[in-house]
């Protein structure tokens, strides 16, 4: 009796020990994490300057729709969302695909190279992309000197090819990334699935297409939500490359390089702050997100 109840006093000081710590982990997830969002949904209801607040109900969401530059943002980022993510991970899977291939030397070099980009400093990459696209940049010199343009692309000093500039730069920073993931998944296909089809006649092309492609839906699915929430975020790169094209009212040529992350900044810290409207926008980004998500996993067939 002696030992048994003094093993249900040690164990009942455990359980307080655990509980103490768990306690102190759950306070700053409810601090840091679950205040600030609830926080912001309710400051979202109010037009902030300063210290000062007026409520104004849903009138900050109704705002944004007569809002041109937050509609520009959208319209910015929905364009490289289209554009840039398909061709990333399309890369990243063909990446993925032959680094998978046994009969591949030196595969851990490659891979490592591919994947240098994505633990590169944000603005450190950002800024040598803006050196190499300038006017006088490595890029202009070079497709010069082979003789495909006559005269240097305005790489940063034009709309159009501000957002082509935005996008490869993305894409080299996070091909590699996801690539790693591809490869994790493609590691988990048996070869003898590969080697059966090969019996049967399927050339390379009709084995990416007819089983790598439908075995890595789960991560293919994981990666395109991911990368679609990090695009709607896209903060850092926009703003660097845009460095020496920013005024009170533009980012990048033509506001070309606005984004809603970069639009919530600019309602926060640059233009007469206001807290509640940025609030609001950024609750309507979170909404976006969920959304496509949800129009994702529709479109892969995923029930859970």
Do not use: H
Not at 8 to 22: A, C, N, P, T
Not at 65 to 92: E, G, W
Not at 150 to 161: S, V, Y
Not at 177 to 193: D, K, R, S, T
């Amino acid at each position: 009796m002696s030992k048994s109840y003094k093993r249900k006093g040690l164990e009942s000081v455990w359980d307080k020990w655990g509980w103490i710590f768990v306690s102190l982990m759950m306070a700053g997830v409810i601090l840091f994490i679950f205040y600030p969002i609830v926080y912001s949904l309710y400051l979202s209801t109010f037009s902030t300057r300063g210290f000062l607040k007026t409520f104004v109900g849903f009138g900050n969401y109704t705002k944004l729709f007569r809002d041109t530059y937050f509609i520009l943002s959208l319209k910015n980022i929905l364009t490289i969302l289209v554009i840039q993510v398909p061709i990333m991970l399309f890369l990243a899977l063909i990446f993925a695909t032959l680094l998978n291939d046994p009969k591949v030397k030196f595969k851990a070099i490659y891979r490592t190279a591919l994947f240098l980009p994505a633990v590169t400093s944000l603005v450190a990459y950002t800024v040598i992309f803006r050196v190499m696209f300038s006017n006088d940049g490595l890029v202009n010199r070079v497709l010069m000197t082979i003789g495909l343009i006559k005269e240097p692309i305005r790489w940063l000093l034009d709309p159009f090819w501000a957002k082509v500039t935005l996008i490869i730069a993305l894409t080299w920073r996070w091909t590699g990334y996801n690539m790693m993931f591809y490869l994790a998944g493609l590691q988990n296909i048996p070869i003898e699935v590969y080697e059966a089809a090969e019996i049967d006649g399927a050339t390379k092309t009709v084995q990416f297409f007819k089983i790598t492609i439908p075995l890595l839906k789960p991560i293919i699915l994981f990666t395109t939500i991911t990368s679609t929430i990090g695009t709607l975020q896209l903060f850092d790169e926009p703003m660097n490359l845009a460095a020496g094209v920013v005024t009170g009212s533009s980012v990048g040529p033509g506001n070309s390089l606005l984004t809603p992350s970069v639009y919530i900044y600019n309602v926060c810290f640059k233009y007469s702050p206001n807290f509640g409207y940025a609030s609001a926008i950024s609750y309507i980004i979170v909404i976006i997100a969920a959304v496509l998500a949800i129009i994702q996993f529709k479109v892969a067939g995923e029930k859970e």
